[in-house]
């Protein structure tokens, strides 16, 4: 098969390298202050970074905590909700989603996506409700804001909290509103791949209810208020100094680097537009923050094997949906349970994304799927 333009380009899926360099000054000092500081857990750089972080996603309140996936476990537990209980989670999603739910005790009551946006589907999420279920897990997958409004109006005719799974979403906006804002809490991840990513794990959570933070507050650190006194058994799950300072830096461009992925993202709509990919769907009401640029085709693997062999990085996200691995043997949910999901997992390729990519990147990519179709045509 030809090369795009004869050059073999390197690619790569996201160099977060490239990233971080790009700030390298600022994080350098974010550095130098907290080791000269000589206070690296639970000091001014976590409540700085967590006013900073609340008054971005427009919430009251933001509570550093050890990374994402005990963001999401830490809401459940400060609602009380534990076993005998179910939480809705969607049928496609990261396994973190469901793992935060069974940490907490409860059991997760997978729910099918919308086909076009391969977010929760809301018209759905009545027929999976039970006497038991207290909570709807709503992610906003690939950066795409979920449906919110719609899952609210079904959680509050069943009184049911809603929680936003907010890993993939910093600065999304929904209607206007930010990820974060949109539920009664929502957690977030640092993780370094993410929109905002540090330097190794960390994650927040963030709510307007006042309870909920100072429950929260109490139970990433041992479940206590006053050192050594503790109220309840809680966790060791912190985002200590360091994170916390490098985040502040990087949360200074977040919005740049999120209007350059929405512009790469647009190049992508546009010059694939006629290829044989099925492109990604945004609703009017939607502002994603492209996490990731998500296409689908029933060719996948081998338009993979394709860019690959063109110097160009994709990665799947996810290949084996959550209801299918063996860590939920337990819930006996075999193949054809949720064939939407499946055929999401069969189908999707996420293509190179991120601050750095840059139009000739994107190009070239565009280029490189075009000839893939044309040749097979
Ligand atoms: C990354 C991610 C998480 C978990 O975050 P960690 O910081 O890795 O624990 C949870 N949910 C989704 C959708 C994610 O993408």
Request: aromatic share 8%.
């Amino acid at each position: 098969m030809s090369i795009p333009g004869g050059v073999r380009q390197e690619i790569p899926f996201l160099d977060l390298g490239a990233v971080n360099s790009a700030h390298r000054t600022g994080l350098e000092n974010a550095f130098k202050r907290v080791l000269e500081g000589g206070w690296y857990i639970m000091g001014r750089e976590l409540a700085a970074f967590e006013e900073e972080f609340a008054a971005y996603c427009g919430a009251r309140h933001a509570i550093g905590v050890g990374n994402g996936l005990d963001a999401l476990h830490l809401i459940l537990r400060a609602y009380g909700i534990g076993a005998g209980d179910e939480v809705i989670v969607p049928a496609n999603t990261y396994i973190a989603t469901w793992l935060a739910v069974s940490y907490a005790g409860a059991t997760p009551v997978p729910v099918e996506p919308d086909a076009a946006t391969c977010n929760l589907d809301p018209a759905l999420i009545e027929a999976a409700v039970t006497p038991r279920t207290k909570a709807i897990m709503a992610v906003h997958l690939y950066g795409q804001p979920a449906d919110m409004d719609r899952i609210n109006e079904v959680a509050a005719r069943h009184g049911l909290k809603v929680i936003e799974d907010a890993a993939q979403a910093h600065g999304a906006r929904y209607k206007g509103r930010r990820a974060g804002s949109l539920g009664d809490a929502a957690g977030f991840s640092f993780y370094p791949g993410k929109n905002l990513g540090a330097l190794g794990d960390g994650g927040a959570v963030t709510t307007d209810d006042g309870a909920l933070a100072e429950q929260i507050r109490v139970l990433r650190n041992y479940g206590s208020k006053v050192k050594y006194y503790n109220d309840v058994k809680g966790f060791n799950s912190r985002l200590d100094e360091l994170q916390a300072a490098l985040l502040r830096e990087k949360l200074t461009t977040l919005d740049g680097d999120n209007r350059h992925r929405a512009e790469m993202a647009s190049l992508y709509l546009s010059r694939l537009q006629e290829s044989g990919v099925v492109l990604p769907v945004v609703p009017d009401w939607a502002e994603p923050v492209w996490h990731l640029f998500v296409v689908r085709s029933k060719r996948r693997d081998e338009l993979q094997q394709h860019l690959s062999r063109c110097g160009v990085g994709t990665v799947i996200h996810y290949p084996i949906p959550p209801h299918l691995q063996p860590a939920y043997a337990e819930l006996e949910l075999g193949e054809g349970c949720f064939p939407r999901t499946e055929s999401i997992h069969r189908e999707v390729l996420s293509l190179p994304m991120g601050p750095t990519l840059t139009t000739d990147d994107v190009g070239y990519v565009c280029d490189a799927i075009n000839n893939f179709y044309s040749e097979s045509r």
